[in-house]
């Protein structure tokens, strides 16, 4: 039983360390947070999405190197 309480204990503790490392603060250093701009490609006659009574054209196509400076997560 005890063998059992003690692995009980440390699965816990392994998973609050990874949600900790997961959800960690992160302080990027200053300088350069994207080294290019982005490229955005205009289509002509881009693809047509349509949804009951809703439709939308895709209009352009982009590519980018992004840092990501902030995020939360809604539960």
Do not use: C, I, K, N
């Amino acid at each position: 039983m005890r063998r059992v309480l003690w692995l009980a204990w440390l699965a816990l503790l392994g998973w609050g360390a990874l949600h900790w490392w997961q959800q960690r603060p992160l302080h990027p250093p200053p300088g350069v947070l994207a080294a290019e701009a982005p490229e955005q490609v205009d289509l002509g006659d881009g693809a047509v999405l349509q949804r009951a009574d809703v439709s939308l054209r895709t209009r352009a196509h982009f590519a980018l190197t992004a840092r990501v400076l902030s995020r939360e997560d809604y539960h």
